[in-house]
């Protein structure tokens, strides 16, 4: 299942607040996978290879965030092996969500870049980043009729603050379908009706 949403952006010093909330990088780790894709369910072996840690390590955060109710468990008659979600109920969900945003860049791409291009209609991130992982690259895909070359000069400036390499794949509405993100982890960071809406793409 593919997951796309999307976050207003408040601002703050997101690093700052972080180190201050989560001091271990594995809980970092932890939350920024999930936090970033609400819906997606993680369990205990895939996140020992994903983070290349011990199972004990990240049953202890699992456990920790557990309790903290920052995520919960998922039951079902078909799930055989325990599984974790975001715990979208949670009174400081958003605003964590937010923190780890910013951590990540993504609050400047929108307020920097997507919000100064007016045919724009959506943007969503794919790769390391959408998953919850920081990386030296961010991948796009941009959807709309907009002026490359200004885009271009936007994507420079961007670059030049985060410390990272964007990548973009550009479509036109006309030639974009959902299809495309379907074998992909996305994250929608921006439509031109509605710049808080959160989409979910299933396969």
């Given at each position: 299942m593919t997951h796309c949403a999307l976050a207003f952006i408040e601002p703050s010093s997101p690093l700052i607040l972080i180190n201050q909330l989560f001091t271990g990088k594995i809980r970092l780790k932890l939350l920024s996978r999930i936090l970033l894709n609400p819906e997606t369910q993680v369990y205990l072996r895939q996140l020992e290879k994903e983070f290349n840690v011990s199972s004990n390590t990240v049953r202890i955060e699992l456990n920790k965030l557990t309790e903290m109710k920052l995520i919960e468990e998922v039951f079902g008659e078909k799930i055989k092996v325990k599984k974790y979600k975001a715990n979208l109920l949670h009174p400081l969900y958003h605003s964590l969500r937010n923190i780890i945003y910013q951590y990540l860049g993504i609050d400047h791409l929108i307020e920097d870049i997507f919000n100064k291009l007016g045919s724009l209609q959506e943007v969503y991130i794919t790769g390391d980043i959408a998953e919850g992982k920081n990386s030296l690259f961010i991948d796009l895909i941009v959807v709309g009729e907009i002026d490359k070359l200004y885009y271009n000069r936007l994507v420079?400036?961007?670059?030049?603050?985060?410390?990272?390499?964007?990548?973009?794949?550009?479509?036109?509405?006309?030639?974009?379908?959902?299809?495309?993100?379907?074998e992909v982890t996305c994250v929608c960071i921006f439509t031109s009706d509605n710049n808080s809406l959160n989409n979910l793409i299933d396969d």
């Amino acid at each position: 299942m593919t997951h796309c949403a999307l976050a207003f952006i408040e601002p703050s010093s997101p690093l700052i607040l972080i180190n201050q909330l989560f001091t271990g990088k594995i809980r970092l780790k932890l939350l920024s996978r999930i936090l970033l894709n609400p819906e997606t369910q993680v369990y205990l072996r895939q996140l020992e290879k994903e983070f290349n840690v011990s199972s004990n390590t990240v049953r202890i955060e699992l456990n920790k965030l557990t309790e903290m109710k920052l995520i919960e468990e998922v039951f079902g008659e078909k799930i055989k092996v325990k599984k974790y979600k975001a715990n979208l109920l949670h009174p400081l969900y958003h605003s964590l969500r937010n923190i780890i945003y910013q951590y990540l860049g993504i609050d400047h791409l929108i307020e920097d870049i997507f919000n100064k291009l007016g045919s724009l209609q959506e943007v969503y991130i794919t790769g390391d980043i959408a998953e919850g992982k920081n990386s030296l690259f961010i991948d796009l895909i941009v959807v709309g009729e907009i002026d490359k070359l200004y885009y271009n000069r936007l994507v420079e400036k961007a670059e030049l603050i985060l410390n990272k390499k964007i990548r973009t794949g550009f479509y036109l509405p006309s030639t974009f379908s959902t299809q495309i993100l379907r074998e992909v982890t996305c994250v929608c960071i921006f439509t031109s009706d509605n710049n808080s809406l959160n989409n979910l793409i299933d396969d």
